[in-house]
């Protein structure tokens, strides 16, 4: 068909491109703080001493760097809870395109915090960019996901994990103290961001709204079809088109879905249950503290140039996030994400025998490199990707931005309490600290087995039916053992994406979760 074989436009490329700066900016604003972590420590020791005339303690001086790192995810909470409020009244595009005045704001106060001798500029900072970049998690992925054929969903889905681990390399490299992670050259550094921000500002008018919000939120059907037109390059969009005149259809007759009405209803219960755990099985991974304070963790294993390794790490997070997104249209979803849990889980183990031996064997040190380069690599094949913009399938168009709100809530709640309270743990466990990670990735892999269903090739109406039937497995996959397999159906059959209550459908079939 004409479709299929135009699937892959210029105009579908170019609104994705320009989307995934967002996720750049994200991934960017996430490593940036970890090379000048002495030389900012030492500003704000120079500042509090220009201040009051005494340096500041050890236990102060962490307190605060612990505080700027876990304030960014503070803002990414407050950001992410807000993403329902900004695409149902402006669009999906509209959103990121106001949400980047965030983004020069608080490029703004960090470049210019020690003009101004301030680093309380540099945490509001901080603050304001963590705002942005929890709206960008939610935005981006949606807006993704929207405006993708469904045989593409997958691999458009893991550009924005692709943008933020390219966003981390960025940093890591001109973090370096010969580009711009000196004494004199840091802020530039931590304003860089404005500039994403304003190529993103200028480019996103040239893109287009997504259709399925201007058909089913806005009943512009007109528009709808235009855009979808130039997306798929061909005339013949008469199934897409079909398929959200069912989904809007299914959503005049649901009442409007709230965050609290996620957990009441329990044709979205699981899935909201599902979207929460996939999150914190990205986070409570321990990635970020590898991310955060891998510089540390290079100097604690003997390695004597702990930057470059850091950065080995970041291009290592690039390739494999790559492989990824070749990956995830043939062996799925569920699978990519329990080959990461379980290699990260491996690799947790070689990196605490490599910090428990180091003293006594040098050479452990290169164990440590390897394992943590496996933990980014396995990382990147599953929990990276997959969790952003599997939450977007699991639910219909009513319900999506209230389940990215919660997910994504939850997934910078878990990141916050990784960015505060990392270096107190890693002070009480030592050498053991990434054992309480393995035992958080044993438990993400259990849950993902028996509970996580296959979305690859699925329609939104298939996953739904899925969930209101209360089976477990997506169609479409090989029956594994564990786990309930849903009957084969058309990828054009329409099915109620939620189901109604008797007295809207008195024949409709009594279901559960």
Request: charged share 15%; glycine share 10%; net charge neutral.
């Amino acid at each position: 068909m004409e479709g299929e074989k135009k699937q892959v436009t210029v105009p579908l490329l170019l609104a994705v491109s320009v989307a995934v700066i967002g996720s750049i900016q994200f991934g960017y604003n996430t490593g940036v703080i970890n090379a000048p972590e002495k030389i900012i420590r030492q500003f704000y020791n120079e500042t509090l001493k220009a201040r009051t005339g005494e340096f500041i303690t050890d236990n102060l001086s962490t307190t605060l760097w612990s505080f700027s790192v876990a304030i960014f995810s503070v803002g990414g909470m407050i950001g992410s809870f807000s993403v329902g409020v900004f695409v149902n009244r402006f669009g999906r595009r509209n959103s990121m395109l106001i949400v980047n005045v965030l983004a020069v704001i608080g490029g703004s106060l960090m470049g210019f915090s020690k003009l101004a001798a301030s680093f309380e500029m540099l945490i509001v900072g901080r603050l304001t960019i963590g705002l942005f970049c929890g709206l960008s998690t939610g935005l981006v992925p949606m807006y993704i996901g929207e405006i993708s054929p469904t045989s593409l969903r997958g691999a458009f889905g893991t550009l924005h994990q692709l943008g933020v681990v390219i966003g981390i390399l960025i940093a890591q490299v001109f973090g370096l103290e010969f580009i711009l992670g000196s004494q004199s050259l840091w802020p530039v550094l931590l304003g860089l961001t404005i500039i994403p921000a304003v190529i993103q500002s200028i480019a996103l008018p040239f893109c287009p709204e997504s259709p399925r919000f201007l058909l089913i939120n806005k009943n512009q059907e007109e528009a709808a079809t235009e855009i979808l037109k130039k997306l798929r390059g061909t005339d013949d969009v008469q199934q897409d088109l079909q398929e959200m005149k069912d989904e809007s259809l299914k959503m005049m007759q649901e009442k409007k879905v709230t965050i609290p009405e996620l957990f009441r209803s329990p044709s979205y219960r699981q899935p909201i249950i599902i979207a929460i755990v996939l999150q914190l099985s990205q986070q409570l991974s321990g990635i970020n503290a590898v991310f955060y304070y891998s510089t540390n963790i290079f100097e604690a294993a003997g390695v004597k140039e702990p930057i470059y390794a850091t950065i080995g790490a970041g291009v290592v997070n690039t390739v494999f996030t790559v492989v990824s997104l070749f990956l995830v249209e043939r062996a799925g979803r569920r699978t990519l994400h329990l080959v990461g849990l379980a290699g990260m889980a491996f690799c947790a183990v070689l990196m605490t025998i490599a910090l428990t031996l180091t003293s006594q064997i040098p050479s452990m040190s290169y164990l440590s490199i390897i394992a943590i380069f496996g933990f980014v690599a396995f990382f990147e094949v599953g929990p990276g990707p997959i969790p952003w913009f599997i939450v977007a399938e699991l639910f219909s168009q009513g319900p999506r931005p209230a389940a990215m709100a919660v997910a994504g809530c939850s997934n910078w709640t878990s990141n916050f309490i990784i960015g505060l309270g990392f270096p107190y743990v890693q002070v009480l466990c030592g050498d053991y600290v990434f054992i309480i990670f393995v035992v958080f990735l044993a438990l993400f892999f259990v849950f993902t087995f028996f509970r996580v269903p296959e979305t690859r090739g699925r329609t939104f109406d298939d996953i739904s039916k899925g969930f209101a039937r209360g089976n477990i497995q997506g169609a479409g996959s090989a029956p594994q053992e564990g786990v309930v397999t849903l009957p084969p159906s058309s990828p054009t059959e329409k099915f109620p994406m939620v189901q109604l209550s008797a007295h809207e459908a008195p024949n409709a079939p009594f279901s559960s979760i």
